[in-house]
């Protein structure tokens, strides 16, 4: 009598995230039992409907406590990292998440003998002035010294649903009769779709993409800042005058608004310092196919995704008319 082979069981810590559950539905669509470690347990609940009964389980893990991160694991066959934070909160800094978290993780699945799938960004960089970014590049260096086989992924800002850009910015149009633009809206993006984002983590688990490199992942096509704007009015249908904002202003705007106690800030100093820095993929990753054309995989276009989500910000929501603009 032939037994049934139990599916690989992969921990996913910061499953219940926007980017993370785009991972654990793709880890679920391929047979995968998931481990959905995070900081809230009770509040992962919507992810049980991307998998079977019984496939998907969350459970509690803290990435400033080692322990926590050890009992994750055990038993796992790989690990993938999607915890990440744009604003520091209370004991929640660049430094304890995405520094010695992800450290923590590397050193941990180093000593279980466990591959790791680690999400950086595009723009990691030790030498970096952004908080932000510089916690992400010793991140990377300390896991490629811990565990060189791992798989970093680098994003470029990461478009879909529950994305923290355009939302943020369709929301604002809502209510505000000008949209910032900072640093005169130059820097250039290349949006990526979540979706495909995760169909690389779920390659890399797969062990079909080449283990050890660092992919940058960048969309169809390079947007400025001003593009992105007014690609998400376009779809909104509303109009709104578009404000330089200097970096010196906006940065003093960012001071005072990552200073006030807020669950979310619009804007912080280390985010504006992010922004005088284009986020598209290098030269170098292109040439040696470390993108997402050089994987074979066709980039979703901010053109097909955004009115599927952003709907809602127009002026009568699902049943504005068509060409109206407020």
Known sequence: M???????????????????????????????????????????????PMGGVGQIAAVQANLRYRNSIERAIQGADHVVNCVGILFESGRNTFDSVQDFGARAIAEACRAEGIGLTHISALGADIESESAYASA???????????????????????????????????????FSPVLPLIGGGVTKFQPVYVGDVAEVVARSVDGTIAAGRTYELGGAEVLSFRQCLEAMLAVIQRKRMLVSLPWGLASMIGSIAGAIPLIDPPLTSDQVTLLRTDNIVSEAAAREGRTLEGLGIRAVTVEAILPTYLVRFRPQGQFTGSGKKA
């Open 136 to 174: 992400k590049g010793r991140a990377e260096e300390a896991i490629r010294r811990i565990l060189p086989d791992a798989v970093i992924l680098r994003p470029s800002i990461v478009f879909g649903p529950e994305d923290g850009f355009f939302n943020k910015f369709a929301e604002m149009a809502r």
């Open 2 to 48: 032939q037994t049934q082979s139990i599916p690989r069981l992969v921990t996913v810590f910061g499953g219940s995230g926007f980017v993370g559950r785009h991972v654990v539905r793709a880890l679920a669509r391929r047979g995968y039992r998931i481990r959905v470690a995070v900081r809230r347990p009770d509040l992962a609940f919507h992810l049980q």
